[in-house]
């Protein structure tokens, strides 16, 4: 990265983004270590699954580290760097902090590499340039902090800040590929660019599987964008395409190997089957379908969907969750796989069986509810409104107008990019954290195109635009990160969190590592925190609320009987939330956090 190219060789230029960049980075610490996560978790939904991956990975344990829903490259890096931290609880929340700020950092770094290649080919060396290119640094710098830090969440544990990472870097790769072997017509080393593209999208796929089809889909952009200069540019693409397809045949045949049949992953057929379809989610499907009123949020969804008049033919599972005893139904999990909570480790597994489907109505309403959720996502950030009136001030002229329709037809293939990994998730499910690198792409080069006309780059616009852009950034560090914020001024410490003190105290009643355990009460097994913590296996359940209040409203020796059914599943001890004040003596509580603990004599240790 050369530091002429940021954003002007002056030396005052320089440090004001040194300056800027030290701040961002400060921002991004603040919400990795600050940041708030779902429902109280300790480290937030879905996290669980990832770390059960890293301690998979540190014991060698392949089997169940090859996840076919959940992807290795996160995890991966957590058990690299785990060795370097103490043993513990508060070592595992150490070294997913560090990885996680060193994450947005690189991520950061990408996307400097993006702007700093770009911005060159797009500008020229006029006052004017001069205050574009000024005004599109702002802009740029503007859409990543509320993307990356008030949409993506450094404090989140999932691979998603990793995959814009290497989203950026692509970018930046494609853009530096194509000055090379167009603009400055080198045919010598195009290979490299080649090489390293496809190698970035190939740990892309190691890291989430959305890299599959948004790298192929790239790959065809850059092909269909270059193809006048389809001499100078073929090398370094077939390059790029081979090593991609090496590095995901190679995965697809460890993956097939360990899941016992060939698969790529299958995190997209299982979304579609809970998003699109209305199969019964997350776990314990015993086939079928759920009743109208459970599958769909709405009665007229349902009506359109014809689910009763048609109902659709799901088929059955092939190894579902044992049901141990059936009032109150205990549910019973084993698997080829070591995991906190193995229903929703690998969920491929247990739906195993499900007949796939496309109907047209499921797809239409599945496709609607996502455009509704895109909205909600854009419309909850100040910066959205402030980006809407900023534009609309560049684009006042006709002229400014047919440029940007220029730009956006014939020369943007970055912005392609960005349109595509929003339609890649559009039909099935998306979340603003999965859009956060895509959405600042399209914002930048939006922004890119609608400057084209130089002569309008005056003083008092560019100043009006940027002004625009940092009030709506405050809105949205101030509105969004609100959490953030109490956070920090209260010096909030995940050892204050119920989650964490729950699992310490089991921890303190000496139940030896990967123990398993029973539970009554299905909202905690799904986002575990507490048995992570704990290093406990949770394998036997009662899932529903109203099988809970039977089992406490059983007397003493149907309690005895029920609690014998998790003994012979192999439970230690069975944990339980907000037990009433009539259960018996034997259930310990764990200090004040709510939850209560039975030890199950005799019980079996794996």
């Known amino acids: 990265?050369?530091?002429?190219?940021?954003?002007?060789?002056?030396?005052?230029?320089?440090?004001?983004?040194?300056?800027?960049?030290?701040?961002?980075?400060?921002?991004?610490?603040?919400?990795?270590?600050?940041?708030?996560?779902d429902d109280g978790d300790v480290y937030g939904s879905d996290a669980v699954q990832y770390l059960d991956i890293a301690r998979a990975i540190e014991r060698h344990d392949w089997r169940s580290a090859l996840n076919?829903?959940?992807?290795?490259?996160?995890?991966?890096?957590?058990?690299?760097?785990?060795?370097?931290?103490?043993?513990?609880?508060?070592?595992?929340?150490?070294?997913?902090?560090?990885?996680?700020?060193?994450?947005?950092?690189?991520?950061?770094?990408?996307?400097?590499?993006?702007l700093v290649t770009i911005l060159p080919g797009i500008v020229g060396s006029t006052p004017a340039h001069e205050r574009r290119k000024t005004l599109l640094w702002i802009a740029g710098l503007t859409f990543f902090v509320a993307t990356q830090i008030c949409l993506g969440q450094v404090?989140?544990?999932?691979?998603?800040?990793?995959?814009?990472?290497?989203?950026?870097?692509?970018?930046?790769?494609?853009?530096?590929?194509?000055?090379?072997?167009?603009?400055?017509?080198?045919?010598?080393?195009?290979?490299?660019?080649?090489?390293?593209?496809?190698?970035?999208?190939?740990?892309?796929?190691?890291?989430?599987?959305?890299?599959?089809?948004?790298?192929?889909?790239?790959?065809?952009?850059?092909?269909?964008?270059?193809?006048?200069?389809?001499r100078s540019v073929r090398v370094p693409l077939f390059a790029a395409a081979a090593v991609f397809a090496s590095i995901v045949a190679v995965y697809g045949i460890a993956l097939s190997s360990a899941v016992g049949h060939r698969t790529l992953g299958e995190s997209g057929a299982i979304n579609y089957a809970w998003h699109v379809n209305r199969l019964q989610k997350w776990v314990h499907w015993e086939g079928g379908r759920q009743p109208a009123n459970i599958a769909w949020p709405k009665t007229s969804m349902a009506r359109f969907a014809r689910w009763d008049d048609d109902p659709p033919e799901f088929g059955a599972p092939l190894h579902p969750?044992?049901?141990?005893?059936?009032?109150?139904?205990?549910?019973?999990?084993?698997?080829?796989?070591?995991?906190?909570?193995?229903?929703?480790?690998?969920?491929?597994?247990?739906?195993?069986?499900?007949?796939?489907?496309?109907?047209?109505?499921?797809?239409?309403?599945?496709?609607?509810?996502?455009i509704s959720d895109l909205a909600l996502v854009l419309l909850r950030m100040p910066l959205f409104f402030a980006f809407l009136l900023a534009l609309g001030l560049l684009l006042r002229d006709a002229?400014?107008?047919?440029?940007?329709?220029?730009?956006?037809?014939?020369?943007?293939?970055?912005?392609?990019?960005?349109?595509?990994?929003?339609?890649?998730?559009?039909?099935?499910?998306?979340?603003?954290?999965?859009?956060?690198?895509?959405?600042?792409?399209?914002?930048l080069q939006l922004f890119a195109g609608a400057t084209l006309k130089v002569e309008m780059m005056t003083t008092g616009r560019v100043r009006a635009v940027s002004g625009l852009l940092l009030i709506g950034l405050a809105g949205n560090l101030l509105l969004t990160q609100a959490p953030v914020w109490r956070?920090?001024?209260?010096?909030?410490?995940?050892?204050?969190?119920?989650?964490?003190?729950?699992?310490?105290?089991?921890?303190?009643?000496?139940?030896?590592?990967?123990?398993?355990?029973?539970?009554?009460?299905?909202?905690?097994?799904?986002?575990?925190?507490?048995?992570?913590?704990?290093?406990?296996?949770?394998?036997?359940?009662?899932?529903?609320?109203?099988?809970?209040?039977?089992?406490?409203?059983?007397t003493p020796a149907e309690q005895a009987r029920t609690l014998e059914t998790f003994r012979k599943a192999g439970a230690v001890a069975v944990f339980t939330r907000g037990k009433p004040a009539s259960a018996g003596p034997e259930w310990t509580p764990l200090g004040d956090t709510g939850m209560s603990m039975l030890r199950l004599a005799d019980a079996q240790v794996r």
């Open 487 to 554: 956070n920090l001024l209260h010096h909030k410490s995940p050892r204050n969190n119920v989650e964490w003190k729950i699992g310490e105290a089991v921890v303190a009643q000496g139940l030896p590592p990967m123990s398993q355990v029973g539970v009554l009460g299905w909202t905690a097994n799904l986002h575990s925190d507490w048995a992570y913590i704990a290093h406990l296996q949770i394998t036997s359940e009662i899932a529903s609320p109203a099988d809970i209040d039977l089992f406490w409203r059983q």
């Open 1 to 37: 990265m050369k530091i002429d190219s940021i954003p002007t060789a002056r030396p005052r230029m320089r440090l004001i983004l040194l300056a800027v960049s030290v701040l961002i980075l400060v921002l991004g610490a603040v919400e990795n270590l600050y940041g708030n996560t």
């Open 399 to 443: 002229q400014a107008r047919a440029l940007l329709r220029i730009y956006v037809g014939n020369v943007s293939w970055a912005l392609w990019f960005g349109l595509l990994g929003v339609a890649i998730y559009l039909p099935v499910h998306l979340e603003g954290r999965y859009l956060a690198g895509f959405l600042a792409l399209i914002a």
């Open 321 to 370: 969750s044992a049901i141990l005893q059936e009032s109150p139904r205990v549910y019973g999990f084993t698997a080829p796989i070591h995991a906190t909570y193995v229903p929703y480790y690998d969920p491929p597994y247990w739906y195993e069986g499900y007949r796939h489907l496309i109907r047209p109505r499921y797809q239409l309403i599945a496709l609607v509810k996502c």
């Open 155 to 230: 404090s989140r544990v999932n691979p998603d800040e990793l995959v814009t990472t290497l989203f950026f870097l692509f970018c930046g790769l494609a853009a530096r590929c194509w000055r090379w072997t167009v603009a400055l017509a080198q045919r010598r080393g195009s290979v490299r660019w080649g090489l390293s593209m496809g190698l970035v999208l190939g740990v892309g796929f190691l890291v989430k599987a959305i890299f599959l089809p948004l790298g192929c889909g790239m790959l065809a952009l850059l092909a269909l964008r270059w193809r006048r200069h389809w």
């Open 68 to 114: 076919p829903l959940w992807s290795q490259g996160y995890p991966a890096l957590l058990a690299a760097e785990r060795p370097l931290f103490a043993a513990g609880p508060g070592g595992d929340w150490a070294a997913i902090r560090v990885l996680n700020f060193s994450i947005f950092a690189a991520n950061y770094a990408a996307f400097l590499y993006f």
